[in-house]
């Protein structure tokens, strides 16, 4: 039921996004007097699930949901329509018309996109409000998985600055390390300053480590999973683990990290229960684990930040935070494709992009995620690759500074070799993502 909802969510926002960035080609295309044949959600090889034709305009649903499209009369584009290109130029035709034109014809998608994100984010805020905890507030300090311990960091620092600065929101911190490049983590470790130096060539392993930095927080039992020997044995939700047998252990990676001594004992576990102590006798597993899950409601545990907007104050907000996610992502392009630090190792398809939706319909993050899916998809298109719409903006300037239009023969060729290389990108994150999931 979880894939179902995250692959439902998926679809709808991709659709959405999909839609709305052709709109923006058509729109400007009309709006120039050019004859636009098709309007397609999805790609249609063979069949189309659905369509009517309007006008001049067929608009239909493919059945290859891998993007969409809309087809301008007199443009070389993925549908390779020789024929019409040898026939005498119309006016309503793309090619007739100035490179001006064209260039905004081309960049209307990309433009619907950014727009539509600031719009979203805008909404966001202004019916949801912010929430985030505040670096300072983390008070149990931090909690790292085996490549942060490599790197230096330990359980329980506290982070105070990144190469010097303070980072405001915590869930931004794991990202700034990322995107920054930061070399020096300064922490409070033991009541004592500690700088831990972030090796460079741990850069590609550090953008593959989703769970690097996280809040360390107390023990309470918030779940359990699917034949669990802790709920066997008599844990309950809400039940707050203190001990394990005669040590005194409160936070969950303490207790995780004792557990592993004991495979295959028995063990008591020491709790709190309504205010009474309480130990219950648990075997160990050989995997060394109970199958006991902590809350992770983080106002539980911390002081959160809550802001809230008016409908005024919320819309230069939504503008800065679509101006930041892009500038953001501009970044992890920079480090994804950098040979030095290997960022394509962590190239993902629509696995990877599907996971980042909630397993519950939750209408808060999938608006913040469509915002997020927007801004990928405008940087995505503008790169000057043939086939993408940055491709065509690459001719377009071409021959608005030299009067001179680049050859058909050319501009098809380009365009044969952006669609193999777009298929070959979406060949290697799609085939990263199968790796990570199930053969790694």
């Known amino acids: 039921m979880d894939i179902l909802i995250q692959a439902s969510q998926f679809f709808l926002s991709l659709s959405i996004l999909i839609v709305l960035h052709e709109f923006g080609h058509f729109a400007a295309a009309k709006s120039f007097g050019m004859r636009v044949e098709s309007f397609y959600l999805f790609f249609n090889p063979y069949f189309s699930l659905f369509k009517k034709k309007i006008g001049d305009t067929v608009y239909g649903i493919g059945w290859v949901p891998l993007g969409g499209y809309v087809k301008i009369a007199g443009m070389i584009d993925e549908s390779m329509d020789k024929e019409q290109m040898k026939k005498p130029a119309e006016d309503w035709e793309f090619r007739s018309k100035p490179a001006w034109q064209r260039l905004i014809v081309m960049i209307g998608g990309v433009t619907v996109n950014v727009i539509l994100a600031a719009l979203i984010y805008w909404m966001v805020l202004f019916v949801y409000g912010e929430s985030y905890l505040p670096t300072k507030n983390v008070t149990y300090g931090i909690m790292v998985d085996s490549l942060g311990q490599e790197i230096g960091l330990r359980n329980g620092d506290k982070i105070i600055t990144l190469d010097g600065n303070e980072v405001e929101n915590f869930s931004k911190v794991p990202m700034e390390i990322i995107l920054n490049e930061v070399k020096t983590i300064q922490v409070e470790r033991d009541g004592q300053m500690v700088d831990v130096a972030i090796p460079q060539d741990k850069m590609s392993e550090l953008m593959q480590a989703p769970g690097l930095i ?146 519950s319909w939750d209408w808060h993050h999938f608006w913040n995620i469509t915002a997020f899916l927007s801004i990928l998809l405008a940087v995505m298109n503008i790169l000057p690759i043939p086939a993408l719409d940055g491709g065509h903006v690459m001719f377009l300037l071409y021959e608005m500074i030299t009067g ?37």
């Open 214 to 359: 996280s809040v360390r927080i107390p023990f309470h039992v918030g779940g359990f999973s699917k034949g669990s020997v802790g709920k066997e044995a008599g844990l309950e939700k809400g039940d707050i683990i203190v001990g394990l047998n005669d040590s005194s252990i409160i936070f969950f990676d303490a207790f995780k990290t004792a557990l592993q001594e004991f495979k295959g004992q028995e063990v008591n576990v020491n709790i709190l229960r309504n205010d009474e102590s309480m130990s219950i006798a648990v075997t160990v597993p050989e995997e060394g684990l109970l199958g006991v899950a902590p809350k992770g409601n983080l106002a539980e545990f911390f002081e959160l930040e809550e802001i809230k907007y008016s409908f005024f104050e919320s819309f230069p907000k939504g503008i800065e935070k679509a101006g930041t996610t892009l500038v953001n992502y501009v970044k992890q392009l920079k480090l994804l494709f950098s040979p030095k630090n290997k960022g394509y190792e962590s190239l993902g398809g629509f696995l990877t992009i599907g996971s980042i939706f909630s397993t």
């Open 404 to 440: 001179r239009q680049p050859h058909e023969k050319v501009m098809e060729v380009a365009q044969i070799a952006g669609m193999v290389l777009l298929f070959g990108l979406l060949l290697y994150a799609n085939g990263n993502d199968i790796y990570k999931h199930f053969l790694k």
